[in-house]
């Protein structure tokens, strides 16, 4: 058996902009680029079409709402100004590194994250300092923006299947979202919502070898 982790809303808790554009325009005003007069609307409108399941890089995204509006930027620009604009304080919450270390003793675990900013659940995974608390280290850590497929798509789910080295069946997923992480229990795997066991039960359930 292997486990899964949601990261955003499960292990840890993240404060988001509440205006994500005015985070994103003033990290790209400190990189000196010119942010159009109406880039709240150019951030909120549509530039491309993905095909249904697919995650929609938001560095990209950016790129190409500015060019929309004239102004070319670099992909590296991109990125860094779209991670720095999410890098936020964020808390781990309570349970999630008991749950960690009872899910290790079973097997293989990983994080299993929506998450359309490259480079932000390394970030937050390191700014919360999971694994420096934790007894083990992550086996796998799958995003949607690097395997190209959001939950619930079953492709997230095979990809971290097949990172963690096990057949889709023998994989675990634990999330607080019925819509995104219980896509997991109806793909072939097995989904937990927070919603019905907290994480200090998960762990429980791990150690009295009750969770098949």
């Known amino acids: 058996m292997a486990l899964s ?24 005003a400190a990189r000196s680029v010119r942010v159009p007069d109406d880039w709240e609307d150019a951030y909120r409108s549509a530039h491309r079409e993905y095909d249904r399941g697919r995650e929609a890089p938001l ?12 102004t070319e930027v670099t992909e590296e620009t ?3 100004a779209v991670l ?5 304080p964020v808390t781990v919450r309570e349970g999630a590194i008991d749950a960690l270390d009872a899910a290790a003793q079973r097997g293989p675990v990983a994080v299993c994250s929506n998450c359309s900013v490259p480079g932000l659940v390394e970030r937050t995974l390191e700014r919360a300092t999971i694994e420096a608390r934790s007894d083990h280290s992550f086996d796998a850590v799958v995003t949607s923006v690097d395997c190209g497929w959001r ?19 023998d994989l675990v997923h634990v999330g607080d979202d019925a819509r995104t ?4 229990g109806r793909v072939g795997a097995q989904s937990m919502l927070l919603d019905d066991h907290s994480l200090p039960a998960i762990a429980e359930k791990l150690r009295e070898d009750e969770l098949c």
Request: proline share 6%; aromatic share 8%; charged share 25%.
């Open 181 to 184: 992480d219980g896509g997991a």
């Open 5 to 28: 982790f949601d990261l955003f809303g499960t292990l840890v808790t993240a404060d988001r902009p509440s205006e994500p554009w005015d985070a994103v325009a003033e990290s790209l």
């Open 84 to 88: 720095d604009a999410f890098d936020s």
């Open 78 to 80: 991109a990125t860094e």
């Open 59 to 70: 560095d990209e995204h950016v790129r190409l709402a500015l060019a929309s509006r004239g």
């Open 151 to 169: 939950k619930p798509h079953p492709n997230i789910f095979e990809s971290t299947a097949d990172a963690l080295d096990v057949a889709l069946a």
